[in-house]
């Protein structure tokens, strides 16, 4: 049955408004669909400059949780299947340090290269909700690699336990550009330190 009757269309003299409604609609949907593409294909901007700005931080997970990089429909597809990660150009990195209840701060080291000396070092200041508060230098001599870039994840098995959030100050090292803060939720929330 067609959406609307000729007849009552002559009668009505409403025939060209009848028949561009659904084209309309048509190009509403289209223009829609593009929209949401477009935006799905976007890196999240932080996201972007943490992997362009050499010493910045990109995430901090908790436990064995993987760091998801790529636009909003690569992270669908990784998280769906880890293996789909690279094929449509997304990353999927894990920390073979970490355990349930640590937390992870992955940090951005630069172009991969072949790397000797000393493990990399990173200085964190812990707070929590409670007042308690602690300073930890968390070492890492393994990085990983994604689309050519060193990502280093930094495990940090002790801090202060007495609120539901954890507050993570970066200091970094000299020459690298850090200094960012990130609040994340308390894997091993209780009142102990």
Not at 75 to 82: F, G, H, S
Not at 115 to 130: C, H, N
Not at 133 to 147: G, N, T
Not at 156 to 171: A, L, S
């Amino acid at each position: 049955m067609p959406i609307y009757n000729e007849e009552v269309l002559k009668r009505t003299k409403l025939p060209f408004i009848a028949r561009i409604v659904p084209l309309l609609i048509m190009l509403a949907i289209t223009g829609l669909t593009g929209q949401a593409f477009l935006q799905g294909s976007q890196i999240d901007p932080e996201e972007r400059k943490a992997l362009e700005t050499r010493g910045a931080i990109i995430r901090v997970t908790a436990g064995t949780e993987p760091l998801i990089l790529g636009n909003h429909w690569q992270k669908l597809m990784a998280r769906a299947n880890p293996v789909l990660a690279e094929l449509c150009g997304g990353a999927v990195l894990r920390s073979k340090w970490a355990q349930p209840g640590d937390l992870v701060v992955w940090q951005h080291w630069g172009r991969a290269t072949t790397m000797f000396g000393p493990a990399a070092m990173l200085t964190v200041k812990l707070s929590d909700g409670s007042g308690n508060q602690m300073e930890e230098i968390v070492r890492c001599s393994d990085y990983l690699q994604a689309h050519d870039e060193m990502v280093f994840p930094f495990v940090v098995t002790n801090y202060p336990r007495g609120g539901e959030h954890v507050r993570i100050q970066v200091d970094g090292m000299p020459g690298l550009e850090v200094g960012e803060s990130f609040t994340v939720p308390n894997p091993r929330a209780g009142s102990h330190l």
